[in-house]
């Protein structure tokens, strides 16, 4: 059977039987059981708006981004009044914002802090860009813009950030919402001479590594690691430097995709999404030669958001696994991989919301970011295995 329809199949399954009508998690303190660890939710944060992205830090400060365009820190348990100063402005319009915010991997020693917004342009319009900064006495400073995508839209931002084992940053821009109609091989994600739809690694001060796969070829910004992508707004990198990310179809057609450098991943030309509302074709085919397919799909969507490889030691049965946020799914999802396959998906978290972050914090526990469309206050919870129980 193949692979991806098998574990497309076991989905369903899981949540006919883990999640039954009326059985849904009432929140914080719950008891929450899985197949294979059961945990308890406890809140880090409430009363935020529209959070977007978590960070632990040494010395057990928590970060939380405020897409509007504010970055708090929990500390000790609580959530601080004031805000960080010294973040840029933010085009927070539509689904612009601040996104992503990451510690440098030797952050103990050099307090470099990343983060990733829509950053306002003199006409009007916005792109995705980053910005490392030390981070001192709750306050950043030293700013430096280290990269901005040469992409516009109305959305799309992709804007999500990884660091590998070997100290690369790795960034995400989307297509930018380009529309997916006519030559849909001139599509924006299509066309090199542009950033939109692209994975794109870095050195960690923005400047570009010789061996990228596009370094030396003309008019091709030399960033790009990979190419053909529709809105990645998850990224997640593994121990063994396996690079993974979550992109958003259209109407059905969500992707988890091993990233792999000079690869095109055929948006729009492939794919198994439709146009919204009236449902009609917008790709060719779903697969072609010379476009690499997905390694799991959702059909429909759960709109995929935050994405999280977890090798930590609070949830030992739980190491190698993928977990896979959704928006409209209202979902975390666990991946159990064999190789490069998925062989299980389950929910193991539903109903509490829109997740739009799921990370592996440094103490091992899971923290997730829900996000309320209607823009009511949310929180941030984190997965703590419940013991003896």
Known sequence: MDRKISSLALLTLCMCVGAPEGDKPDGAQALQRTAQHDYRLETVAEGLERPWSVATLPGGDVLITEKPGRLRIVRNGSLLADPVQGVPEVYAEGQGGLFDVLPHPDFTANRLLYLSFSRPLPDGASTTAVIRARFEDDALTGIEQIFE????????????????????????????????????EAHPAQDLSNHHGTVNRLHDDGSIPEDNPFVGREGVPPSIWSYGHRNEQGLAIAADGTVWITEHGPQGGDELNLVRPGSNYGWPVVGRGVNYGEGTPIHETIGREGMDGPTHFWVPSIATSGLMVYDGDQFPEWRGDIFAGGLAGEVVARLEMDGDGVVVEEPVLYGMGRVRDVRQGLDGYIYVAIEDRDGAPTAVYRMVPATGE
């Not at 660091?163 to 821009?173: A, N, S």
């Open 149 to 184: 995508a040469e992409s516009r839209g109305r959305g799309h931002y992709g804007a999500r950030m990884a660091f590998d084992p070997d100290g690369y940053l790795f960034v995400t821009v989307g297509d930018r919402q380009a529309p997916s109609t006519g030559d849909l």
